[in-house]
């Protein structure tokens, strides 16, 4: 779109332009955020009795640990819903973050959250 010239001055809008390097979201995270908080805390949980639960032949899947991420930090802003989970790992920089820019669907969060998390699976957690 050609932009005419005008005694106003406006920043650079494009939103075609394409970044010449990645976008580290790390520093776009503030160091005080409660989504690092929650990913130190999970990363230094014992996840052995999820990680059991898995085959050891298969196709990849999601890393459980941010998996479980995900949840806890859904669950601490008020989204329940595997298919908001979703939306939000599409669109929210600190779900971005947090899941490396992985975008589960719904069905996997949804599968994870009843096959995996089940009694015997958290239970082991947060003892």
Not at 70 to 89: A, D, F, P
């Amino acid at each position: 779109m050609k932009q005419r010239a005008s005694s106003r001055a406006f920043k650079r809008y494009d939103q075609h332009q394409l970044s010449a390097f990645p976008l580290d979201l790390n520093n776009l995270i503030s160091d005080n955020h409660i989504v690092r908080s929650i990913s130190e805390i999970i990363d230094n949980l014992d996840l052995s009795a999820i990680l059991s639960k898995y085959p050891k032949m298969g196709a990849a899947c999601y890393h459980p640990r941010m998996l479980v991420k995900l949840l806890v930090y859904g669950y601490v802003n008020n989204i329940y819903s595997s298919r908001q989970l979703e939306e939000v790992c599409k669109r929210d920089i600190h779900f971005l973050w947090l899941t490396a820019m992985s975008q589960p669907d719904h069905n996997t969060i949804a599968r994870f959250r009843s096959n995996r998390l089940t009694e015997d699976g958290i239970k082991p957690i947060f003892k």
